[in-house]
């Protein structure tokens, strides 16, 4: 059977758990900020794999990296040494200022490997008394989608008939340094927290917010750790979002974008004595930190600074953000973000977000919606002027589009 023959998007809801629902399109190819369809309809993608692709799909300096490596070797485990393995720790130790670091494969594994660490650290540094350390978090977060993290989500549709849960965790309102200094005890052993809440819409705290939690945090011996697995290498238009600010965080996480989306690749990066705190056989994993990974990582982050996809996401991304803050439609609520993470939130009686997506797809571009009323636009990070000015262009239309 030919792939012709085939009804790709009825053959996954036969077969498949029910777990998502995607835009319409079924995808084969892509390049650069492009990808095709299996009919050859050409799309701007406009998702970029939730940031994943920063580095433009099927990269070719990193293709060759993953390809190069593929047929030297993949997989040891562990369990050996790999020629690889070193280099990744002291290159994204030099590009981030890390002192230490644990390489993982996903960005939830990261925050729970995150969450173990800053534990042990309470207990055995810190002094807190065994089985009592706290984590604050915020509400509407989003930090992945395993047991242990969905416990302390606030969407009932991430955490809904999946308990119990394990405690542990408080919850504060994003943005507010008042209700985390009201929260913090002696027993608060860290502050887990996006800089930008990317799921809730891209939610951008207030200026200053950053500030005020880094001396909080210094000041109650509280370890700051920043989920930057969607902001982080480029995407806000700095290497990471904390800079918007000035501020380093104690723990810093890392994913997607790591390995340009040819791999899954996480880190957990560490400026004190954290990391420290794990011995042989307390954590680990069997293709975290792989010859593979290490190398295609490698390569994703030299192109992300040789080639200047930093900047240029804080050159193009403030001009969509002008450019989205010039359409004039009684549809939009609200028009926010920083570098290319961005997102027009709707009115609530423009109808869903998902309605102007699947618009948007017929006109050429792939975005997606969040809580009902937002779409967010997170190109890569190697889309051109031109590029912005063409999706400004079927953005505005579609805006302003009459579904009555």
């Known amino acids: 059977m030919s792939s012709s023959d085939i009804d790709f998007i009825a053959t996954e809801a036969r077969f498949g758990a029910q777990n998502y629902a995607p835009i319409g399109v079924v995808l084969s190819r892509g390049e650069g900020v492009w990808v095709w369809d299996t009919e050859g309809n050409r799309y701007l993608d406009c998702l970029s794999a939730y940031s994943a692709v920063s580095q433009g799909h099927c990269h070719p300096k990193i293709l060759a990296a993953m390809v190069e490596q593929a047929h030297r070797l993949t997989l040891t485990s562990r369990a050996f040494h790999n020629d690889q393995l070193a280099l990744f720790y002291e290159e994204i130790a030099a590009l981030t200022g890390s002192h230490k670091v644990l390489p993982m494969n996903s960005g939830a594994e990261a925050v729970e490997s995150a969450i173990k660490s800053v534990r042990k650290w309470g207990y055995e540094v810190k002094g807190v008394p065994d089985g009592q350390a706290e984590i604050i978090v915020c509400a509407n977060n989003f930090h992945g989608r395993t047991l242990g993290i969905v416990g302390f989500s606030t969407d009932p549709e991430t955490h809904g008939h999946f308990g119990p ?146 900047e240029n996401a804080a050159r193009q991304g403030a001009r969509f953000l002008d450019g989205l803050k010039d359409i004039r439609a009684n549809t939009i609520r609200e028009v926010r973000g920083r570098g290319l993470m961005l997102a027009v939130e709707l009115h609530p009686e423009a109808g869903r977000a998902r309605r102007y997506c699947e618009a948007l797809q017929g006109k050429g571009i792939l975005a997606k919606d969040t809580h009902e009323q937002t779409i967010r636009i997170a190109p890569p990070l190697v889309i051109t002027s031109d590029q912005v000015d063409w999706a400004l262009e079927r953005l505005a239309t579609t805006l302003t589009q009459d579904f009555s």
Not at 217 to 231: G, P, S
């Open 165 to 310: 849960f394990a405690p542990g965790f408080k919850i504060i309102p994003f943005g507010d340094a008042a209700a985390l200094e009201q929260a913090i005890t002696p027993n608060t052993v860290a502050f887990l927290v996006e800089p930008i809440q990317g799921e809730a819409g891209v939610v951008i705290p207030p200026a200053g917010y950053f500030t005020k939690v880094r001396e909080l945090c210094t000041a109650n011996n509280v370890m700051l750790v920043l989920d930057e697995i969607q902001t982080g290498l480029g995407r806000t238009g700095k290497l990471l979002a904390e800079q918007h600010e000035g501020i380093e965080a104690d723990v810093t996480l890392l994913g997607k974008a790591l390995s340009g989306g040819f791999y899954p690749v996480s880190a957990v990066l560490s400026n004190n004595d954290v990391l420290g705190t794990l011995r042989p056989g307390q954590h680990g994993s069997t293709f975290g930190g792989n010859p593979l990974a290490c190398a295609v990582a490698r390569a994703a982050m030299r192109v992300l600074v040789e080639e200047g996809m930093i």
